[in-house]
């Protein structure tokens, strides 16, 4: 770069001014943290609740303390919490105003900083307290009746580039949840094909996913007797080699060790009940069903785990799929009035039941599946989920199928969601490149 510089002077090249766009009276938004150094004319310290600024036990802390902060107890912390609102404090050089409220938007009464209160009860002249209604302001009134932004909607490639393009296409439950999502999403990472890198979750998914079953592949091969909880952290460390190239050398380094953590307590668990079932029943890990139709729709996808009961009437078979996340009811619901489509796993499971149906195991029914989750909850327990399947269900998810392969092969996938968030709709709507190209509820379900 100074080399850079030293020729662009020699040649007497000027370097470009580049302005960012923002207002001269305007406010910074920073937080306690990085102010620490900086001086204001005016500051204002929003949320002055307890909530936001003294320390809890729990999880949900709205800030952290840094490095350089330790603390041994619940005195010290406290302490730390303090010089830190002291630091907030003294940022102003003329004014300073402090503000909270006292019901939060579900009508809960809030605990004003205690902090807040030892200024209070200074009786400091140079404080005023003051205390309004809530109201919201005309202009804000108006931004909030504005209707909300429009779906976007894109130009997209010509017809024959289209059916070019889906040639081939097989509907998986990835490609449907991201259709149901979003057509747009759909359209730019299932048609257009846009590169991405496997997010943090994803590369740590395909590792535990890819250790499990070659963990079960060795016990078929040791008469149905899986080895000590060793071997699988060993496969687990060279899976998670074969994904570093996804992930830094912090991260690598952490879901390493969680990892560790996590499958030495899951296999602890699961080991001796999955011991009894290699011996009464056939266990098939990470079943590939490629070239399966169901009324004229070609499906694909992928199974974690499929069980062969014994002792039942008739072939039928338990799905079972693994998740690395921690389970979240919303995920598993069924269809309602607010979510007509239902969870994604509930969707994905029901899927799963008719791909294996119409597949090479067409002689087997699906009795029943579950989503066996490889992390625990707060109480350290692995739970699963697990549904029986109705007929009712089974139809709806079977014109959701329908439906959504007739929608991609009409090319009906310019529009958008026009959810806030969504990457893609603001990729179109607004020209905002997305922080991330990939899709972590889709990634979600490894098929």
């Not at 002055?48 to 619940?74: H, M, Q, V």
């Not at 299932?190 to 890819?210: D, F, K």
């Not at 969601?417 to 709507?429: D, L, R, T």
Request: hydrophobic share 40%.
């Amino acid at each position: 770069f100074l080399v850079l510089l030293d020729q662009m002077e020699a040649n007497k090249i000027g370097m470009g001014l580049f302005q960012l766009d923002q207002a001269d009276d305007g406010v910074n938004l920073i937080t306690a943290h990085s102010a620490k150094g900086l001086e204001f004319e005016y500051v204002f310290i929003i949320n002055g609740l307890k909530d936001y600024w003294e320390p809890r036990n729990t999880a949900g802390k709205r800030f952290s303390f840094p490095d350089t902060i330790t603390y041994s107890n619940e005195t010290d912390a406290q302490e730390a919490a303090r010089r830190l609102f002291y630091v907030a404090m003294t940022r102003a050089k003329k004014s300073l105003q402090i503000s909270y409220y006292q019901y939060n938007t579900k009508h809960k009464i809030q605990t004003k900083a205690a902090f807040v209160d030892e200024l209070l009860q200074a009786h400091n002249s140079s404080i005023v307290f003051s205390e309004q209604e809530a109201f919201l302001s005309d202009e804000w009134q108006l931004l909030q009746l504005e209707k909300a932004p429009e779906k976007p909607k894109i130009n997209l490639l010509s017809p024959p580039m289209l059916d070019a393009l889906l040639q081939g296409f097989r509907l998986s439950i990835s490609a449907m949840n991201n259709y149901i999502h979003c057509p747009l999403s759909f359209y730019y990472e299932y048609i257009l094909r846009v590169p991405s890198l496997s997010s943090v979750e994803a590369a740590y998914g395909t590792a535990v996913h890819n250790s499990l079953n070659r963990i079960f592949n060795l016990a078929l091969k040791n008469e149905n007797q899986l080895p000590e909880v060793d071997t699988l952290l060993e496969i687990f460390g060279f899976e998670m080699k074969n994904q570093r190239i996804f992930l830094t050398h912090r991260v690598y380094k952490e879901r390493l060790e969680l990892g560790h953590r996590h499958l030495r307590a899951y296999y602890k668990v699961r080991k001796d009940e999955w011991n009894q079932l290699l011996q009464k029943a056939t266990v098939m890990t990470e079943k590939p069903l490629r070239n399966v139709e169901w009324k004229g729709v070609p499906m694909t996808g992928t199974i974690d785990k499929l069980l062969y009961l014994p002792h039942t009437s008739g072939k039928k078979v338990h799905v079972v799929d693994y998740k690395t996340g921690k389970l979240q009811d919303r995920r598993m619901a069924l269809p309602s009035n607010s979510n007509p489509y239902g969870g994604i796993y509930w969707r994905q499971l029901i899927f799963y039941k008719i791909l294996i149906e119409n597949s090479s195991l067409t002689s087997y029914s699906v009795r029943s599946a579950e989503i066996d989750y490889l992390t625990p909850n707060e109480e350290g327990l692995f739970l699963s989920k697990s549904i029986d399947f109705k007929t009712k269900e089974v139809n709806l998810v079977k014109k959701m199928i329908e439906q959504v392969y007739q929608n991609i092969m009409n090319h009906n996938f310019a529009e958008g969601c026009g959810e806030k968030y969504c990457k893609w709709c603001n990729f179109a709507q607004r020209n905002l490149a997305p922080n991330q190209f990939s899709n972590l509820e889709v990634e979600l379900l490894d098929d």
